[in-house]
């Protein structure tokens, strides 16, 4: 018999006090879509690590169609015939798409000849490009087909694709999928990573399921459900969100004409937006990736200022008041980027709640840090929240994406705020993981919080928001009642059919 493509064979990786990966066995064949399945720390990004040979395993081997196969390097694995397109883009705004792929490559032809390829491949694949359009005026979809071209340039064998769906609208997933489809007859393999379940039900043939770095099932996730499939990931009933039905109260957050110009070349300057949020109210906030939502999350948080009463607090304005005044009043802000922006990488858990939680938790008094009181609050973050680390002495930046985001966010709703505003709270966090973040959200609004909820992801939006507005090129649509919407209405808010003068006294 011909030998898979590529074969694992008792695969383990073991980092100080973490088995990361332990005796991880399975094959992919030639032509097959795979999908990794885990929850966030079940190990997968340190496996696929080791394929792309940015790790190296401490036990087990790799066969390539029967040969041994121990990359040290990504460009081992590159000449090999493994390319990989990470959840995290990797490209310079400032430089056009033809550049921004030479970059990527080993051994780049001449521009003109490799903006020649990009525009043949580019639409061979149903993912047109313009090799010299600046990276920063591409969407967040363009972008990906930047990453995606890229590796494709390389002819690889095995496509290894982590969450490659989470910044794209409903419209490119399913183009993307096209072009999956289209590699998979062409007899090439691709290993898939996504929390996004009824995905790889459409897309894959051959699931792998990992929890705590070991293998616990394989499937044909065409015969699941996505609930059956995530309850094989956590081993357990997956629960659902809820909460009671209740009136809001009063107005919490207010934002009357807020017009805010970005602080990017690339960004997305804010126009005349309104909105109202009440006490027990989750506001939600959808639209196509770098239509303001970074901006709309700055203004709000302090850290790009406005005039004072464009944004009001119970009553009180605050636009001219910084992040620290604002978090000492009750207004918090998670934002979208998690590692660099909500988090500082090389500083410790402990150091890191230390960071936002300050005043709120009173960790700083006359001047000197309590260490042992922000220690405990991150160990009371990290138990509430299930965020799977060796302890609050640990670095923000060995943390796996999903628990790192599941830290961000419990850091925040565990300071208890009148005022929260979330950018992308399940980015990149599994099915469980998910649940518990949106029914966090949902408790903090029981208690009487206004929350403000801005997401790429409708369902999660239409899952537990009470309002519905579209955030279209820094303009904000007029609210609507997320009960009875449909997704035409929404598609047409999200591209702006709606967008302009919402109402302020929605």
Sequence with gaps: MKPPLLSLQGLTKIYPGVVANKDITFDIA????????????????????????????????????GVPYAPHAPAEARSTGVA????????????????????????????????????????NYGLPLDPSRMVGDLSAGERQRVEIIRCLLQDPQLLIMDEPTSVLTPQEVEILFRTLRQLRAEGKSILYISHKLEEIRSLC???????????????????????????????????????????????????????????????????SVNLKVRAGEIYGIGGVAGNGQDELLGALSGELPSA???????????????????????????????????????????ENALLTGAAREGLVKKGFVGWSKARDFAEKVILRFDVRTPGAHVAARALSGGNLQKFVIG??????????????????????????????????AQAGAAVVLVSQDLDEILEIADKFAALNGGKLSAPR????????????????????DADVAA
């Design 30 to 65: 030639d032509g097959e879509v795979h999908a990794l399945l885990g929850e966030n720390g079940a190990g997968k990004s340190t496996l696929v690590k080791a394929i792309y040979g940015l790790v190296t395993p401490n036990e087990g081997q790799m066969l390539w169609r």
């Design 84 to 123: 990989m397109v990470f959840q995290h883009f990797s490209l310079f705004d400032a430089m056009d798409v033809a550049e921004n792929v030479a970059l990527g490559m080993d051994n780049p032809p001449p521009i003109r000849e490799l903006s020649a390829r990009i525009t043949e491949v580019s639409n």
């Design 205 to 271: 043939e051959h699931a792998t399921v990992l929890r705590h770095g070991e293998v616990v099932g394989r499937c044909d996730p065409r015969e699941e459900s996505a609930r059956s499939l995530a309850e094989m990931m956590v081993g357990q009933s997956l629960h659902t969100p809820s909460r009671l039905a209740a009136e809001p109260g009063k107005t919490l957050l207010q934002v009357t004409d807020l017009s805010v110009a970005s602080p990017s070349a690339f960004g997305t300057s804010l126009k």
């Design 308 to 350: 004072a009463a464009s944004i009001q607090l119970d009553g009180k304005p605050v636009g001219t008041l910084g992040p620290n005044a604002r978090r000492a009043l009750g207004l918090l802000c998670a934002p979208e980027e998690r590692l660099g922006h909500a988090a500082a990488p090389d500083m410790s858990l402990t």
């Design 411 to 444: 850091r925040e709703i565990l300071q208890r705020p009148s005022v929260l505003v979330v950018n992308q709270p399940t980015w990149g966090v599994d099915a469980s993981a998910a649940a518990a973040i949106r029914q966090a959200l949902l408790d903090l």
């Design 481 to 500: 009642p997320v009960q009875g919407l449909t997704m035409d209405q929404i598609g047409l808010m999200l591209g702006g059919a709606e967008t302009g």
